[in-house]
């Protein structure tokens, strides 16, 4: 088993453990329940805060961290207006910020912490979201992958099962919301019957739905299972296009499971485990 990289960008082993065992399980982590995060009000522009909380840090230091400049070059840069926080333009001297607020620098999102990428197989019953009260989640089972704020790209419903990445690059989550160059998804798709070839023909070929184009990039029967076992790919973030594909053609899907997203496979990541991607993974994932 490879090493994976932490937020910090040290090889660790994922899971139980620390980097010095040899195990070479892959887990979820020890805690089974997402800890619950401080509400955050708005920032406004009334200069900088008295409060002591050791949640915020002066704004030039957090534009510092994110690796765009100095704190000298980020005081410049919030002197004439460059910086704004959760919308809003920011100019004093010594303004404090918490790490969960929203701050850009000429218009770009800046986060202060290195990217991390954990790539989870999901289990059934879980939602994807990062609300509360939600019941189960999937930020539930990577609530021990790291300290980073991290959110799951794209969506599998709470019944789907597979591959889910998380991340906190932007750049990363554009690659995969960009629907022309977007990155494939592989999923195994049970129906209730049999899948008829003119209609596999069908979606291969592309058709409309109320005017629009409904398109996959590949589906075929998978070999030496029934004809109701169906590999499909798609770019889409979302698997509600499998839904209404199948709705549409009188077919209900029994199963859905996300066997594979670009290259990143569910090999040794058992269900309901996650992982780290390691240097060569996130390297090739770039390059998709």
Known sequence: MSRNQDSKGKGKTSGRGNANTKSKSFARGNAPFKKKSTPTKSVEN???KKT???DEIRLNKYIANSGICSRREADENIAIGLVTVNGKIVTEMGYKVKRTDEVKFDGQRLIP????YV???KPKGFATTTAEGKGRTVMDLVANATNANIKPIGRLGRNSVGLLLFTNDDTVVQKFTNSKNGVARLF???LDKNLKYEDLKKIQEGFKIDGKLVAVEEISYIQDESKNQIGIKIKNT?????RTIFDHLNYDIVRIDCVAIGHLTKKDIPRGHWKHLTEQELNTLKMI
């Open 52 to 54: 002591g909380n050791s």
């Open 46 to 48: 009334k200069g900088p």
């Open 113 to 116: 912490e290195a990217k991390v």
């Open 119 to 121: 790539l989870l197989n």
């Open 188 to 190: 195994q798709i049970e």
């Open 238 to 242: 979302g698997n509600t296009i499998l």
